[in-house]
């Protein structure tokens, strides 16, 4: 079955350094999409960055990249240059298949990231 | 454009009673979903449709029922909340197909408490 697991519950940075989020995941499918998604005290789901499967370089997004390695199942969230705002919930997320099909995703437990002055 | 509009915003339920969370869209997608998030456990995956007419069971179906008669509208319904339906409930849009990074449009959120 596939399942997406985030081993942080917590992490503080510093403002201004960078901070890796972790998620790894679990499929037999060859062809997946991989998500990150920022969860402020608002409440609001923001998407921040796509990875799919086939995709050879990494993703990135402004200050945010995504470090793929297919082979150990793992699509790190990497925010570099860290700001007040950042702080919230980070959820990684996977879409199995190459198509959307249906909107369905499967969601982590999520990384509460505290960034301090 | 609204994007993907949901209401109420907060809702209290008594154990036993019933009640329908909207959602609606206004972007033409085919593809809508509902989610709902506890503490600890990100969101999980309710219900969604793929069509009009054409819905499917996720991951925690049980409790909720779903209809789409429109392309704009998923309403949830309850019909005998429990309070481990307590919950913030999210609906979500996308359309069909394509390679790239479509990705899902979340409406802002229902928090159901049930007493």
């Known amino acids: 079955a596939q399942k997406i697991t985030q081993t942080q519950p917590g992490m503080f940075v510093q403002e201004k350094e960078a901070v890796t989020l972790d998620c790894t995941y679990d499929t037999s499918d060859q062809s997946y999409g991989l998500f990150w998604y920022k969860q402020p005290s608002s409440g609001e789901m923001i998407f921040l960055i796509y990875q799919g499967s086939y995709d050879e370089q990494n993703a990135t997004e402004g200050r945010y990249s995504l470090n793929f390695q297919k082979a150990r199942k793992s699509a790190n969230l990497v925010i570099s240059a860290s700001q007040l705002g950042d702080s919230a919930m980070y959820f990684c997320?996977?879409?199995?298949?190459?198509?959307?099909?249906?909107?369905?995703?499967?969601f982590g437990q999520g990384t509460e990231l505290s960034v301090k002055p | 454009n609204a994007g993907v509009t949901q209401t109420p915003k907060f809702q209290v339920l008594k154990t036993g009673q019933s009640m329908t969370l909207q959602c609606a869209q206004d972007m033409n997608h085919e593809y809508m979903s509902w989610y709902r998030q506890d503490p600890g456990m990100g969101l999980r995956l309710i219900h969604y449709?793929?069509?009009?007419?054409?819905?499917d069971q996720g991951e925690v179906p049980n409790g909720y029922n779903v209809s789409r008669s429109t392309t704009e509208d998923f309403p949830l319904r309850l019909l005998s909340a429990a309070p481990s339906q307590t919950s913030v409930y999210f609906c979500?849009?996308?359309?069909?197909?394509?390679?790239?990074?479509?990705?899902?449009?979340f409406g802002p959120g229902t928090r159901l408490l049930v007493l």
């Open positions: 979500a849009s996308s359309y069909q197909g394509g390679r790239a990074k479509e990705t899902q449009y």
């Open positions: 449709s793929v069509g009009a007419g054409i819905t």
């Open positions: 997320a996977m879409r199995e298949g190459f198509y959307n099909q249906g909107g369905k995703l499967i």
